[in-house]
Structure formats: C-alpha cells, structure tokens
C-alpha cells in the first residue's frame, strides 16, 4: 500500500519561511513524479511546484522564486522549502506521487502566514 505522509507545517510570520517534507512508503519512489498542491479556504485545490523522475523542477508562477521542490531518492522523500512567506500562502498543502494510472496523495499539513 502506497502511503504519503507530510510534516513540516506550522504557523509562521509573513517574510518568514518552512521546509515541508513527504515521506513516500510502498511505493517505487523514483520511478514516479512528485507534486505538491495546496488548498485555500474557500479556494480550488491547485498545484504549486513538482519535480519530474529526472530531478527537474517546474513551478506555478505565485510560488516560482520563492519555493524550491527537491528529491531525496535515497530517503523516499519530497520537500518543499518555501522563503518570503505571505498571507496568500496560508492553505493545507497536500504531496502527490503521480505514475500514471497511480496517483496517490498525502493527508494535508496546514500552513497559515500571520503576524
């Protein structure tokens, strides 16, 4: 059984910064692309940032220069390091592991921008 497990929400001040981390078990981890998604009250789930089986990034252009998706092959792990937080970051933010037809999703962590 596939199973995706995020860490590393939490509440931070705006400018502030986090590194969220997903833990991929059951799974050919490298064999899939990674994805990470967020979801705002009110708002339609949307895909931030992924990285493809060959390690190459792409972003969406609300987060491109400010977070940086990474791979630790070794460690089964995606993470997401996001700087110069704001408001318009606070959402749960969900990991996705895509090798078409399978496509597993984590449980969500929150994150919430605020002073």
């Known amino acids: 059984q596939v199973r995706l497990v995020e860490s590393g929400g939490g509440l931070v001040q705006p400018g502030g910064s986090l590194r969220l981390s997903c833990e991929v078990s059951g799974s050919d981890f490298n064999s899939g692309s990674m994805r990470w998604h967020r979801q705002a009250p009110g708002k339609q789930r949307e895909m931030v940032a992924l990285i493809t089986t060959a390690g190459y990034p792409r972003y969406d252009d609300s987060v491109k220069g400010r977070f940086t998706i990474s791979k630790d092959g070794a460690k089964n792990t995606v993470y997401l390091q996001m700087n110069n937080l704001n408001s318009d970051d606070t959402a749960v933010y969900y990991c996705?592991?895509?090798?078409?037809?399978?496509?597993?999703w984590g449980q969500g962590t929150q994150v919430t921008v605020s002073s």
């Open positions: 996705n592991w895509v090798n078409w037809p399978q496509d597993y």
